[in-house]
């Protein structure tokens, strides 16, 4: 490590070269040479390759009697860098305990999300984002894994992560994830489910025969049991969505070396899905032989994007209890999406699941991002919400939220060290939340918030650092210390 920081302080091309900083914890052997990451005085992340060559794309250079090619963080060292070091691709880690989903759309998060995760025993899914995330922020899938692989070689992260194509609904999408790297795809079935009173028909006698007057045992000693309406309704909602996740299932995920784990879900719904219903699902998946690894159910009560739980924490207790044993009876484990922020129910989630979950966190560390422009560019932040007032409903299409911006007090009048305040505000947080694409494509923001942002990077992952650790510390996740 000494003889690798005293070359980078040498670097001839660089007259501020002692501003450098050399991430410790990037060093890695590979055989001929050695690898790391440092910083140049600009804050820019760089890959640095000594010894033999590896096959990256560099400037060659010498210092000190030692050649060492300098190197661009692109799609081709990437995809060296997995080679050389497998722990910096993702992995199938579905089958792993509890995951956590840590959806990055700007790129610059992953640093925090390394930082909390590293203390639990939790895996993470550092590369998460969907289709609509990705058309918004002008990503595709290779840039996330790609920018999640740096990170990972950057922050010494041995632990394993998984790459989650999150929500796609076609064949295409599917594919493209795939290809590009995805270990997960999270199966949006919304398109393909109906609403109860869409009743197509009578239900099949084979299928009558085989759910009615019989009692359905689960772990735990619950049973599902149907009755005529409810199994009308299951095979109504669900019965269309059912045959394209089997069809799905054939082409992709069946194969015993399939390259990515199958989330199902049902959760972008407006009905809960009840325990028949999930149980419905879970046995008729079976039943076709689909392999998947976690279903996402429509839980009941509100789960609005960048705040709390809404609903009756009693009565989600009371399903969650039915879902988890439904889950257990079939060997799969529950998926909560839209996580970020949903601290009253992360204790009864930890519990009876035992710790044996999914959790899709995305939107709030981006608010996170936000919050440190109050902190630390309160005119800009202020700019910012004026604006994002302006395209609130716009934004307000793709999202179901409750917010009422006209109830938030006017941003000018806000003093500067309160501003930050404003993202204890439920109002505030669903405003910036869902506005995120219109910001940052903003011909203006997008560009002056980057430029803060990678100003303020050691603060932004401070900030993401605290506020995973609060989810994992919510969920009761075992702290294993670094």
């Known amino acids: 490590m000494h003889r690798i920081a005293t070359f980078v302080e040498k670097l001839p091309a660089h007259p501020n070269a002692e501003y450098y900083k050399v991430y410790p914890r990037s060093v890695r052997q590979y055989p001929g040479g050695t690898a790391f990451m440092a910083a140049d005085e600009q ?16 400037l060659r250079r010498e210092a000190g009697g030692t050649v060492f090619y300098e190197c661009e963080l692109s799609a081709h060292n990437a995809a060296v860098l997995r080679e050389l070091f497998p722990f910096c691709g993702p992995q199938k880690v579905l089958s792993r305990k509890c995951t956590f989903g840590t959806g990055d759309r700007l790129g610059l998060a992953t640093p925090g999300h390394i930082a909390a995760v590293r203390k639990y025993d939790a895996t993470p899914v550092l590369a998460q984002q969907s289709m609509r995330e990705l058309s918004l922020t002008g990503r595709t899938f290779r840039d996330v894994i790609d920018d999640v692989t740096f990170y990972v070689f950057r922050e010494g992260y041995t632990g394993g992560y998984g790459a989650d194509g999150d929500h796609l609904k076609t064949m295409e999408e599917i594919e493209a994830a795939i290809g590009s790297g995805c270990t997960m795809i999270t199966l949006d079935l919304s398109e393909h489910i109906h609403r109860p009173e869409e009743n197509r028909g009578d239900v099949d006698d084979a299928v009558k025969a085989y759910y009615l007057d019989r009692a359905f045992p689960l772990e735990g000693g619950y049973e599902i049991r149907f009755s005529e309406r409810e199994l009308r309704d299951a095979v109504t909602i669900y019965g269309e969505a059912l045959a394209f996740a089997s069809q799905a299932a054939q082409r992709f995920f069946n194969q015993e070396d399939a390259p990515a784990e199958l989330e199902i879900s049902i959760d972008e719904t407006i009905l809960p899905t009840t325990p028949q219903q999930h149980f419905f699902v879970a046995n008729e998946l079976v039943r076709k032989g689909v392999r998947f690894a976690t279903i996402a159910p ?67 560390s981006w608010l996170e991002a936000m919050k440190l422009t109050a902190m630390q560019a309160p005119a800009l932040y ?79 992952t401070a900030l993401i650092e605290q506020h995973m650790t609060r989810h994992l510390e919510y969920l009761s996740v075992p702290y294993t210390g670094e």
């Open 43 to 58: 804050g820019c992340d760089k890959l640095y390759s000594c010894g033999e060559k590896a096959p990256f794309e560099g």
């Open 382 to 460: 202020r700019q910012i919400h004026k604006y994002a007032l302006t395209v609130f409903e716009k934004a307000r299409a793709y999202y179901h939220v409750s917010a009422d911006p006209a109830a938030l007090p006017e941003v000018d009048l806000v003093p500067e060290e309160l501003l930050p305040k404003l993202f204890e505000e439920d109002n505030c947080r669903q405003l910036i939340h869902i506005t995120y694409g219109y910001i940052l494509r903003h011909p203006v923001f997008g560009s002056l918030l980057r430029q803060l942002w990678k100003k303020e990077t050691g603060r932004y």
């Open 298 to 364: 429509r839980f009941t009560g509100e789960f609005q994007k960048g705040i709390d739980y809404m609903g009756d924490l009693a009565r989600f207790e009371e399903e969650l209890k039915i879902h988890v044993a439904i889950a257990k009876t079939y060997g799969y484990k529950l998926s909560v999406h839209s996580g970020s922020d949903k601290f009253s129910i992360f204790p009864y989630v930890g519990r009876w699941t035992e710790g044996n979950f999914h959790i899709k966190t995305s939107g709030t």
